[in-house]
């Protein structure tokens, strides 16, 4: 196991009618810019019950934070949160509200444009940030990650600021979402825990058993989860897999991957595709590309997950990947780049972008733009 040191200090308030606990986190006399996206609170009843919640606070609202959040929006709630001298940001929504609200949070902080903040990589002067959670998917609610994009230069970038200092997730507002976005939340959860435990096995018993258990609970819960949205019981699972699996909890003292993200990020940034749904088609074909070098742990990821034992190692690894693409494919998610009509252009453009930034990705880092375009070969 390699040295580590952890901390998270985000606090969770987890349970049905627990907006309500809102007035209780926020400190009195702050001036509180509310973020959100499209709408979809409108739709749902949580804006009223975060409304009801602040009743007495001095809010701000700013409204129309996208999916995959583009700079060209943040700006202006960076440029509105200066005028109003705000102090407190609470992010209502999503995985992109969440993520957009911590570049708004490191944006205030700083005189720049906050593109720079997004290059430089991360900026930890930041006005304290809280998040009522709508979509389990990311993980932001419980890490300092975001993950922001520029519409003009179609750039998609990882920006590291700080945790929410606390996040209410309340399964039953995640009721509302659509089909495709829960089967995208569940691509995404699973990829997250793969990122962490597919390098190699032997460094620590208990992350590979603690990533182990959130797959088997996903694998457990998905097929109810797809039919049915308001089964509390199984959304309150999938929730808590979904934090359980990006707030470091699983990456303890353990190397980690992450090519696969890098990779979807840049299907997202040149073809608006769905994150959730660029790593359902990305996984697979890295694992068909690398499984020399991940063999043993793929192993043991198709006995311990899959059940799969008995004929040659060959076969046995050839089905842990087919169960995880069939996997995705029961959740209705597109597997390979022609299901999506990605073809030729985009792998070389990957390619391309991957060695003129001279990047190399995965444990090793050896996933460079030569290897990322033979994953995306594998991905056709
Ligand atoms: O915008 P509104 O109207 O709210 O609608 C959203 C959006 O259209 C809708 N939605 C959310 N909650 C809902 C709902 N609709 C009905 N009922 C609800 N309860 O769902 C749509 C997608 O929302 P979005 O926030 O984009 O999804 P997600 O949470 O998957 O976030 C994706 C973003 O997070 C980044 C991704 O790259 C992507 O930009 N990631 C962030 C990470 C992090 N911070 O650590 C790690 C991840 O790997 C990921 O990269
Ligand atoms: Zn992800």
Not at 210 to 231: C, K, R, V, Y
Not at 260 to 267: A, K, Q, V
Not at 364 to 374: K, L
Request: glycine share 10%.
């Amino acid at each position: 196991m390699e040295n580590f040191i952890f901390q998270n200090p985000t606090k969770l308030i987890f349970g049905k009618g627990m907006i309500a606990q809102l007035s209780k986190e926020i400190p009195e006399g702050k001036r509180v810019m509310l973020t959100f996206g499209g709408g979809s609170v409108k739709k749902n009843g949580v804006y009223e019950q975060v409304k009801e919640a602040l009743k007495g606070f001095d809010v701000v609202e700013f409204w129309g934070i996208e999916a995959n959040p583009k700079i060209e929006t943040l700006r202006k709630a960076i440029q509105l949160g200066k005028e109003k001298k705000v102090d407190f940001l609470l992010a209502v929504g999503g995985g992109s509200v969440i993520d957009g609200t911590k570049l708004i949070s490191a944006g205030l902080m700083y005189e720049g444009d906050a593109w720079e903040l997004v290059l430089k990589g991360s900026f930890r002067h930041t006005v304290p940030l809280g998040a009522v959670l709508t979509l389990p998917a990311t993980g932001s609610e419980m890490n300092s990650g975001a993950v922001i994009s520029r519409s003009e230069t179609a750039e998609k970038y990882p920006f590291y600021s700080n945790y929410p200092v606390f996040s209410v997730l309340d399964p039953t507002v995640t009721f509302s979402l659509p089909v495709y976005q829960v089967a995208c939340g569940i691509a995404d959860t699973f990829v997250h825990v793969m990122e962490q435990y597919m390098t190699v096995p032997g460094q620590s018993r208990l992350m590979d058993r603690w990533a182990e258990g959130i797959l088997h609970s996903l694998i457990e819960i998905a097929p109810e989860i797809i039919q049915h949205q308001d089964n509390y019981d199984k959304m309150a699972d999938f929730m808590l897999c979904a934090t359980m699996g990006l707030n470091g909890f699983i990456a303890l003292g353990v190397r980690q991957d992450w090519a696969t993200h890098m990779i979807g990020h840049e299907l997202t940034a040149l073809h608006d595709l769905t994150h959730g749904a660029t790593l359902a088609i990305v996984l697979p074909g890295l694992l068909r590309t690398l499984k020399e070098k991940k063999r043993a742990k793929l192993l043991q990821y198709g006995e311990r997950v899959w059940g799969i034992t008995g004929n040659s190692e060959e076969d046995r690894i050839e089905k842990a990947i087919a169960c995880t693409e069939d996997f995705f494919k029961s959740l209705g998610l597109p597997t390979r780049l022609g299901d999506v009509q990605i073809g030729e252009e985009t792998i070389k453009e990957i390619e391309r972008r991957f060695t003129e930034r001279k990047v190399g990705y995965g444990e090793d880092q050896d996933v460079t733009g030569t290897v990322a375009r033979q994953i995306l070969e594998n991905c056709k």
